[in-house]
């Protein structure tokens, strides 16, 4: 309707902000491809676009869009961890409501963090429909810097503007407009956006500024019981964080301050949480997941398309993936051993799918469409087709090789084979097949449709098209993938053995293992090993104790405390007890004394006399005993970088993402530390206090586990 009128006007910023007019209109289109991060070209193209608004008489209003799928999509990362260059997001977002013109932003696609306060400095905002508007800062250990904890509790109240920002989680345009956050909908940014333009103008409605907006502060009493309600959560949902407590102070302090005092505090706050290793920790998490996606360039690495996948066992692991596998609109082909056993892994992914609708977490139509793309088998010659199958069988390798050899035999000569193993050696797998080049593991984590840990299990064997296929089938299906090579547990479960040993050591030594649990969630963990334990299953890892046996030093340590539980049949939260006892139906277990008395008698059958332990010893030879195996993967290849181990942690094994991972953490308290630890802990046990030699040579050489992070090779 408007294009006649466009005039081009020459592009500001480095081409950062794009600028022309329709009309009496002044257009600045944000431009900084992929997400419209708001760098620093970015804020001095907008403070260009207004001065050229507010000095030319001719331009009536400002309309701001994003080019592209964004609005503009938070902070530029690149700039982080450097010296912040003026203008400043604070100081553009103040010149946008200070202008005496009207300021529309019309978002399409996300506005983020300071995407978003851009938006709300502006006068008015329009979204289009499907589009997204988040201040999701507190995941990165910060608050909005800009006045945006200021602005949306003037613009939509205390209980949602705390919402807002201590979830992460952004609105849709649709739950925007009903806050109050935008005034208007639309279908497309620029048209619509120039149409509500006009419409403004015409009815000569001036400038309306957020910080001057009271209606929703009107009832002080309500404010303060939001603010309260979010303050009785920080020791549950926030425990040990240090953003979500002050993005609760910047709330009250919006509710009773002026606007301009509320500016400098959210700005000292800022400054605080942007100093925190909390920060820097969140945002080594941040860009480590990013990080280990990306693989070196591999000779030859083509991505395989996928659209048929099939499944081998449908038991909980099997049937989650299926669910994974649907869940990325695939078509998905599930086999079992037989008919009673297949309706029972159908029935299981049904279930999956029912529980979601009931939860209204999916329309029954979805649901229905993903099931649709579901069927099952008992023959492996129906599996022709498939560019991908997934061995999910019960841990034996005689069974998982059997498996193979049928794949092997029924599967188109292109089609990718891989296993869900946790342990076993696929190169041993992948030796009973005509083409090992195309075995890989996919370890995925229970359960599966929740869990976003994927490990990518390479053998030597395996062509790089397989290779790069893995990671972006991993990207389709929404998982973190980490590349391991082959070890006994590869790189996560392989830890979690560590870890375990040194808790079990501990409660032979005279910790209870209620107080272990204690001492590890204090540390910010959800669960504690024996928690972990009970909810995993007890009688797994029994069965991985009796398998590895056979190859255990007879000078090696070995605990027997678990083996006893499982003895009298106590699995964990499935049979009603293990380390804790567990009333009919629930989750939530009460320690249990038959286990202090087991472990009493375990303690005097091998002349233990127990002695007391301290919170902080436990979690100084929890968190020792990880780092110190962390650092024997990557000294031995098995993990390429100390991220990649910093990773498994956080996204499979609970590790508290405020502290960045392990090697992340020893890094922070530094090496000289975790050292002295471990040879001091040696005096006791030194076959398992065997400090790595990779952390020997970074104490020696003055050097940390992020200086590593690079990678040199290319596979």
Same mark, same amino acid.
């Given at each position: 309707?408007?294009?006649?009128? #466009? ?38 193209? !907008? #403070? ?22 964004? *609005? ?7 700039? *982080?961890? /450097? ?14 409501? $200070? ?7 019309? %978002? ?8 978003? +306060?851009? $938006? ?56 925007? %407009? ?7 909908? @639309? ?11 006009? +419409? ?20 002080? $009493? ?10 009785? /959560? ?51 998490? *941040? ?12 000779? @030859? ?8 996948? @099939? ?62 793309? !579901? ?101 389709? !299906? ?43 969630? @204090? ?101 020792? $005993? ?61 076959? &398992? ?15 940390? &586990? ?10």
């Amino acid at each position: 309707m408007y294009n006649n009128e #466009l005039e081009h006007h020459p592009q500001v910023s480095d081409h950062a902000v794009h600028l022309e007019r329709s009309g009496n209109i002044l257009i600045a289109t944000i431009h900084n491809p992929p997400v419209n991060a708001v760098g620093h070209a970015v804020r001095t193209g !907008l #403070l260009a676009a207004l001065q050229q608004a507010q000095t030319d008489p001719k331009i009536h209003a400002l309309l701001l869009i994003g080019s592209g799928n964004h *609005f503009a999509a938070g902070a530029d990362i690149r700039e *982080f961890n /450097k010296p912040r260059q003026a203008p400043l997001l604070r100081d553009v977002c103040n010149q946008i409501e $200070a202008s005496n013109k009207p300021v529309i932003a019309a %978002i399409a696609g996300n506005a983020l963090g300071g995407g978003l +306060e851009i $938006a709300m400095a502006a006068h008015y905002r329009l979204a289009v429909r499907g589009s997204q508007l988040g201040l999701p800062e507190v995941k990165l250990g910060l608050l909005p810097g800009a006045g945006g904890s200021q602005r949306s509790t003037r613009l939509i109240g205390a209980a949602a503007a705390l919402e807002l920002m201590l979830s992460g989680h952004p609105l849709t345009a649709e739950q925007a %407009i009903g806050l109050g956050l935008v005034d208007r909908l @639309g279908r497309n940014a620029r048209v619509d956006g120039l149409a509500y333009t006009h +419409e403004l103008l015409a009815k000569q409605c001036g400038v309306r500024r957020s910080s001057k907006k009271v209606t929703k502060l009107a009832d002080p $009493a309500a404010q303060q019981a939001a603010i309260a309600a979010a303050r009785a /959560k920080l020791p549950t949902q926030f425990r040990g964080l240090l953003s979500p407590a002050l993005i609760i102070d910047c709330v009250e302090v919006a509710c009773e301050q002026p606007f301009a005092t509320g500016c400098q505090y959210e700005a000292a706050q800022f400054q605080r949480c942007q100093a925190s290793p909390q920060h820097q920790a969140l945002l080594h998490a *941040f860009q480590a997941e990013r990080a280990v996606a990306k693989l070196p360039n591999l000779v @030859g690495g083509t991505i395989r398309s996928f659209t048929q996948v @099939g499944v081998i066992g449908g038991g909980t692991m099997g049937a989650g993936i299926a669910v994974v596998m649907l869940d990325a609109d695939l078509y998905v082909t599930l086999l079992e051993r037989d008919k009673p056993s297949l309706f029972a892994g159908l029935s299981r992914i049904e279930d999956i799918y029912r529980q979601r609708v009931s939860k209204k977490r999916l329309s029954v139509t979805v649901a229905a469409a993903r099931l649709a793309k !579901l069927r099952g088998t008992v023959q492996y010659q129906i599996l022709d087709t498939a560019d991908l199958v997934v061995e999910a069988v019960y841990e034996d390798l005689a069974a998982k090789q059997a498996v193979f050899r049928e794949l092997d035999a029924h599967c188109k000569p292109d089609a990718i084979l891989a296993s869900n193993t946790s342990y076993l050696d696929i190169s041993a797998i992948a030796a009973v097949t005509s083409r090992p080049q195309s075995v890989i593991g996919l370890h995925f984590f229970s359960p599966a449709p929740v869990m976003r840990l994927l490990e990518v299990v390479i053998p030597p064997q395996a062509s790089a098209g397989v290779i790069v296929s893995a990671f972006a089938l991993a990207r389709r !299906l929404g998982k973190i993938p980490v590349r391991t090579g082959i070890c006994d547990g590869f790189i996560g479960n392989r830890i979690m053995s560590v870890y375990r040993r040194a808790a079990e050591a501990m409660l032979e030594d005279g910790a209870s293992p209620y107080q272990i649990d204690d001492a590890v969630r @204090g540390f910010g963990f959800a669960m504690g090993p024996f928690q972990i334990s009970d909810v995993a299953g007890g009688d797994i890892a029994w069965a991985t104790r009796k398998r590895r046996a056979v190859h255990r030093s007879p000078q090696e340590r070995y605990v027997q405390i678990a083996d006893r539980l499982c003895e009298q049949g106590w699995f964990g939260q499935k049979t009603g007890r293990g380390w804790y006892h567990y009333e009919s139906g629930s989750r939530s277990g009460q320690p249990e004394a038959a286990v202090l008395e087991i472990v009493a008698r375990e303690r005097e059958r091998v002349g233990i006399i127990p002695r007391s332990f301290s919170a902080e010893e436990i979690v100084r030879r929890y968190l020792a $005993a990880m780092i110190n195996e962390g650092a024997n993967l990557v000294e031995e290849g098995i993990a390429l970088r100390p991220l990649d181990v910093d990773v498994v942690l956080l996204a499979g094994y609970g590790f508290p993402r405020h502290h960045g991972g392990p090697l992340h953490y020893a890094d922070r308290i530094g090496l000289p530390k975790v050292l002295e630890d471990i040879v001091t802990f040696a005096a006791e046990d030194p076959l &398992f206090w065997r400090p790595s030699p990779l952390l020997i040579r970074l104490v020696e050489q003055r050097q940390t &586990f992020a200086s590593l992070n690079v990678l040199h090779s290319s596979h």
